[in-house]
């Protein structure tokens, strides 16, 4: 289960953060969302988390991934690793 801490724009069409939660839906990836508070000094959870206060961040495993664009190659790398099947040996 993965976590998205975005801004409280209350629409996925205006923000970078909606952009995440666009693209996580569309992998199919679970996730559940903490809406930060609006100024950056009311959000200490994530400079605990990333040593930054800006949204989006995304917590998934082990992985704590900040800035949109990072996410979403992270989550475009997690689907390319799930769609290459094995290859079988021929016998």
């Not at 917590?59 to 990072?70: E, L, Y």
């Not at 989550?75 to 290859?87: F, G, R, T």
Request: net charge neutral; hydrophobic share 35%.
């Amino acid at each position: 289960m993965a976590t998205l801490y975005r801004c409280k724009t209350p629409t996925d069409l205006l923000c970078a953060c909606g952009k995440v939660a666009r693209r996580l839906r569309r992998a199919g990836i679970e996730f559940d969302e903490v809406r930060v508070p609006y100024l950056k000094r009311d959000r200490p959870e994530l400079e605990e988390l990333t040593g930054q206060r800006w949204v989006p961040v995304l917590v998934h495993d082990d992985q704590v991934i900040n800035d949109s664009k990072r996410i979403c190659e992270y989550i475009d790398h997690l689907q390319a690793s799930q769609s290459v099947a094995p290859v079988q040996e021929a016998g």
